[in-house]
């Protein structure tokens, strides 16, 4: 009896120890789960790319503790592309650290053709007009051939990349490319065991004056003849129109009130 008592504590027990170690698996899958991050309302990917597209989204928020979301829509009540991209932020709510909050956004209108970014909060700052518009640049012919997978994705690889330099920074300068740090390191490195080389030769003592006779040797003559001085003034025009191609827009507020950087175009 006694025994049986014991085993039925020690069922009791087990129970409960179990179910404490069983709580924080269940928290945890809970907590891995996937922000949706992707909105392919115009069903321009495939179940497969867009799990991919997913996936790399989450990951490159973490970093940059900003949402990169992709919208897509074939505007069938015809709205411009910015209005769409405000409104979608403004009920919607998206953001990293909270609802409305750290998000940038590509707005893709097959309707019209028009490609909208936008950064909101922390992106506003880090992705500002300009480097929307380097963005921009960098992926409106992916779409323009129908490649929106990979554009959807320099997107997102190019914003986070840009977001890892402060502002006002050329996130495009050569000096940054880790590529062109190699060669310089290289040549650099090259340059210093050449030196290294050519002092370990020994030094040359000999020079013009070791054969010269200094009694017989000397300047025969010298002569400066001064003919004249000509300047000539030419007066350069400069353009009063800016250089640039379609696109730009710039940034504005939602109607709910949310500040943010902006850049549109065709493709």
Do not use: C, W
């Amino acid at each position: 009896m006694r025994r049986q008592g014991a085993l039925l504590g020690l069922g009791v027990i087990l129970f409960f120890l179990l179910g404490h170690l069983l709580l924080p698996i269940s928290f945890a899958s809970a907590d891995a789960g996937e922000k949706k991050l992707i909105f392919d309302k115009a069903k321009l990917l495939t179940e497969e790319e867009y799990a991919e597209l997913n996936t790399m989204a989450n990951e490159y928020a973490a970093k940059r503790d900003t949402d990169f979301i992709i919208l897509t829509t074939n505007n069938d009540l015809n709205l411009d592309v910015v209005l769409i991209t405000e409104k979608f932020y403004d009920t919607q709510a998206p953001g990293y650290d909270k609802p409305h909050g750290n998000t940038a956004i590509l707005t893709l209108d097959m309707k019209n053709r028009e490609v909208y970014l936008a950064g909101f909060y922390k992106a506003e700052k880090y992705l500002d007009d300009e480097r929307l518009d380097r963005i921009r640049s960098k992926i409106t012919a992916e779409f323009s051939e129908g490649n929106y997978r990979l554009g959807f994705e320099k997107f997102i690889k190019t914003s986070y990349k840009y977001m890892g330099f402060e502002p006002g920074v050329d996130p495009d300068n050569i000096l940054f490319n880790v590529g062109f740090q190699v060669i310089a390191a290289l040549v650099m490195g090259g340059l210093v065991v050449g030196i290294m080389a050519a002092r370990t030769g020994g030094r040359v003592t000999v020079n013009r004056h070791t054969y010269e006779n200094a009694r017989t040797s000397g300047v025969v003559d010298r002569e400066d003849r001064f003919i004249r001085t000509s300047v000539t003034k030419q007066k350069i025009e400069k353009s009063s129109s800016s250089s640039g191609g379609g696109g730009g827009g710039g940034g504005g507020t939602t109607s709910g009130g949310h500040s943010h950087s902006g850049s549109r175009g065709s493709f």
